[in-house]
């Protein structure tokens, strides 16, 4: 089954903000973005079946190409960022902070999950998804999420997925056997 991974567009956000599952807005640049990625898109096309984070940033842009009503699933939300949601990276005073730094794949934030707990709800959507009878389907959601599918589809490995983060309204593709 081959499986395209869409990137939402860019966010509202203050550069440096720690947005992770936080349900924020689309910048105003969005349908110049999306028409970009709409063309895109185009020659993957059609789609078995089209999935969806449930935040808003990913839904709009699903709906955008096309797909007003995917099929959405909490397992595809961005890395949930627990106490530092809606923080700036500079503002925030925990202490905890640098030893996350030196080992996010492995330590959870404050209330929230770790990049590997992350990979293993992407993970388990993904197992579940291999055993559907589709040919092709699409998945809008977050570049943690598609990262986590890079890993998952042999594209990368767990020390270097964030080295290739899908760029905003990006697409990557990967295949399952």
Known sequence: M???LVRHTSVDVPSGTCYGQ???PVAATFAQEAATTKRELQQYEPFDRVYSSPLT???LLAAFCGY???VLDSRLKEMNMGQWEMQR???ISDPYLQQWYGDYLHLPTPGGESFTE???RVSAFLDELRRQPY???AIFAHGGVLGCAAIYGGLYTLETAWDHLTPYGG???INLT
Do not use: G, S
Request: hydrophobic share 40%.
């Open 57 to 59: 940033r990913a839904r």
């Open 2 to 4: 081959e499986v395209v």
């Open 68 to 70: 007003a009503r995917p």
């Open 22 to 24: 936080t349900d924020v």
């Open 171 to 173: 697409i990557i593709k």
């Open 135 to 137: 040919r092709r389907v």
């Open 118 to 120: 992350q990979l293993a």
């Open 89 to 91: 990276y500079d503002d």
